[in-house]
């Protein structure tokens, strides 16, 4: 049953493309190296794929500036290297390693938490410009000094998470004018806007590490609703991270409309990316399920089924 989503013809139970809320949790998560983790990979190939195209864009509309490039162009290179390091440290700890414990990551650290020090020479040729960056630099050390400060108290057994992040940044209001019409071909605005596009892309991967590591099993209505392709048997998991091959998971269901949970233990059979949708397929296998447990959730995907009718006909 490994490859139960692929054989079409010998399926036993039907799949359905159905959303459903999900949790889920390594039966043995990362205890035995020098942080807490789940050892899930944050930067899937979708995900790399999405940064690389983010950060191509950037270079070539970085290349179409003239005024002034000779100052812009190091403030840019380094936002993004600093950028960068926020992504190399995420994927560190992601794994059970923690950075604050090598001296040369410990240099990289605080650099990242400096944040784009660069830009203080744009303070005087180009002040609107400066403006733009020192927003843009409030928003990234804000979420880097929050990971910091996680890492400084997290031990093996418990990843410490920081709630106190500001949600709401003016640069997200100012460069919303950059994707008008007006500033369309303007180098130096899609220059911004797309760096402040891969600082986010980065920081969207932050918070999905965070959200991970929440534990939700109390409030069932609070987990995500997220894309799979569900059978009685297992279902394909679709989500930007890929969780390995063989991981050992405790698996929880919320099914909205009956207000019914089910919990059963799961193991990944398969990763698979969906370019497409820009998603990773994680195939997990139903350890032993019950005749009732299976019984739900074709249930379930019935009233799914007749949801969408209904919808259609109206």
């Given amino acids: 049953m490994a490859h139960w989503f ?112 660069s830009i203080q020479t744009l303070r005087g040729p180009a002040p609107k410009t400066f403006e733009y960056f020192d927003m843009m630099n409030q928003k990234f050390i804000a979420y880097t000094q929050n990971f910091v400060e996680s890492l400084s108290q997290s031990t093996q057994n418990q990843f410490k998470i920081n709630p106190k ?57 609070s987990w995500p609703k997220e894309k799979t392709s569900m059978s009685a048997c297992g279902m394909a998991l679709k989500v930007n991270k890929r969780i390995p091959i063989h991981t050992k998971l405790e698996t929880l269901l919320y099914f909205s409309e009956t207000k019914e949970v089910l919990k059963l233990k799961s193991t990944v059979v398969r990763n698979l990316s969906l370019f497409d949708e820009g998603v990773e397929s994680n195939a997990l296998n139903f350890d032993f399920p019950t005749d009732q447990d299976q019984r739900l959730i074709e249930r379930q995907q019935e009233l799914y089924q007749i949801s969408r009718c209904l919808e259609l006909v109206m």
């Fill in 6 to 117: 692929e054989k079409n013809e010998v399926r036993r139970f039907p799949r359905i493309d159905m959303p459903v809320q999900v949790f889920v949790m390594p039966v043995s998560p990362i205890r035995d190296k020098q942080i807490y983790a789940l050892g899930y990979d944050y930067f899937s190939p979708t995900v790399t794929r999405k940064l690389q195209k983010a950060k191509n864009d950037l270079n070539y509309w970085i290349r179409l500036i003239q005024e002034q490039k000779d100052i812009l162009e190091p403030v840019f290179q380094e936002a993004v290297d600093l950028t960068d390091t926020f992504g190399q440290l995420i994927r560190m700890v992601s794994t059970g390693t923690n950075p604050m414990k090598d001296v040369a990551e410990r240099q990289n650290i605080q650099a990242m938490i400096s944040g784009f020090l």
């Fill in 165 to 221: 992040i500001p949600t709401e940044f003016e640069i997200d209001k100012t460069l919303a004018i950059f994707q008008t019409p007006q500033f369309e071909q303007a180098p130096l605005a899609q220059s911004l806007y797309h760096l402040a596009k891969y600082i986010d892309l980065h920081i969207r991967i932050y918070l999905s590490f965070l959200k991970d590591l929440v534990p939700r099993k109390s409030s069932p209505t």
